[in-house]
């Protein structure tokens, strides 16, 4: 368990300038609200990847407060558990990659490729941080880096449907390549019919933190990135999920046991109600001026 200090500050990874990367893995289990023995076992593994969904946001807020993301670990730690912010892929998994490291998991960094939903098309390489959690020879997907994915880690050894408590998700191999899918309810000449929606594809080739540098800079800048384009802030809630875009506050509510049915409302905010709202829904308090944005993105120019 992770009550033994030495452990909890073991070194993992390569050296930071400032000396030995380390992590108080107690501090950051009680940013997410879990207590009590952590075990490296797959009851811990499934606890603390939905308690981060729903205390962590999802969020990139530092974009639109004229500042950028940095992905050093130290900075991570020190802007989602000490700061109590949230982040996007790069810093969510980025930082909760290194506490399962922390905690003995057999971490695996992996590269996805997110599928734009209005185009069709996929993303560069790198363009989405995931990771590969092997237990007693067992794979899991882990990724509370997504915004509205999966709510505990998807098994790797099936590609049947995983039912969760938002949603039905599988994991589709097509050779080297993983889609990683969400059924959805459409209607189809007026009848409802069920179909899987792909989110993203990848593979299992070992990646490494600094690849994804250049994407993440890309998502701070490219006016073809939703993160440029649209000020974010999103948390799972136990029966939906609660938004910020832009200046409007997108609250969804489930209504079935599956999570496939599900009712949105959608109310526009001042800058004022955006700053209380943050405080007394995300727990976030900015320290400077936030400019909210939601504007059309422009498609990429090359297809993936």
Same mark, same amino acid.
Request: glycine share 8%; net charge negative; hydrophobic share 35%.
């Given at each position: =368990?992770?009550?033994?200090?030495? =452990? ?5 990874? #390569?050296?930071? %300038?400032? !000396? ?10 009680? @940013?997410?609200?879990?207590? !009590? ?16 969904? =729903?205390?962590? %946001? ?7 407060? &004229?500042?950028?993301? *940095?992905l ?7 802007? $989602?558990?000490?700061?109590?912010? &949230? ?18 998991? +057999?971490?695996? /960094? ?9 185009? !069709? ?8 941080f /995931?990771?590969?959690?092997?237990? +007693? ?23 049947? #449907?995983?039912?969760?408590?938002? &949603? ?6 097509? &050779?080297?390549?993983i ?26 080739? %070992?990646?490494? @933190?600094? +690849?994804?540098?250049? =994407? ?21 809630? #136990? ?8 200046? @409007? ?24 109600? /955006?700053?209380?709202?943050? *405080?007394e829904k995300?727990? $976030?308090?900015?320290y400077?001026?936030?400019? %909210?944005?939601?504007?059309? $993105? ?7």
């Amino acid at each position: =368990m992770c009550t033994d200090s030495e =452990m909890c500050r073991k070194e993992s990874g #390569p050296h930071h %300038p400032q !000396g030995p990367l380390t992590m108080d893995v107690q501090k950051y289990l009680a @940013r997410i609200g879990c207590s !009590g023995p952590c075990p490296p076992t797959l009851e811990t593994l499934r606890y603390i990847h939905l308690n981060h969904l =729903m205390t962590v %946001p999802f969020e990139n807020l530092t974009i639109h407060t &004229g500042e950028r993301v *940095k992905l050093e670990l130290p900075l991570l730690y020190e802007k $989602i558990v000490v700061k109590r912010r &949230g982040g996007f892929c790069y810093e969510n998994n980025g930082l909760f990659s290194w506490l399962l490291s922390q905690m003995g998991f +057999d971490v695996t /960094i992996l590269s996805a490729q997110v599928r734009n939903r209005f185009t !069709g098309a996929y993303g560069p390489p790198f363009d989405h941080f /995931i990771m590969m959690v092997k237990l +007693d020879e067992h794979r899991w997907l882990c990724d509370i880096g997504f915004g509205s994915g999966f709510q505990l880690p998807l098994s790797l050894e099936t590609d049947g #449907p995983q039912v969760q408590s938002h &949603g039905a998700y599988r994991l589709r191999s097509q &050779g080297d390549l993983i889609f990683m899918e969400m059924k959805f309810e459409a209607e189809v000449s007026g009848i409802g019919e069920e179909t899987w929606t792909e989110l993203y594809k990848f593979t299992l080739e %070992p990646r490494k @933190r600094d +690849d994804f540098r250049t =994407m993440c800079d890309y998502h701070q800048s490219s006016a073809s990135s939703i993160f440029f384009c649209k000020s974010l802030c999103s948390l799972l809630l #136990p029966t939906g999920r609660i938004t910020i875009m832009g200046r @409007r506050l997108i609250i969804t509510s489930l209504s079935s046991v599956d999570g496939q049915q599900a009712t949105k409302t959608t109310t526009d905010l001042s800058d004022e109600e /955006i700053t209380e709202i943050l *405080k007394e829904k995300f727990g $976030i308090v900015l320290y400077s001026p936030l400019t %909210p944005k939601d504007v059309e $993105i422009v498609p990429p120019p090359v297809t993936y």
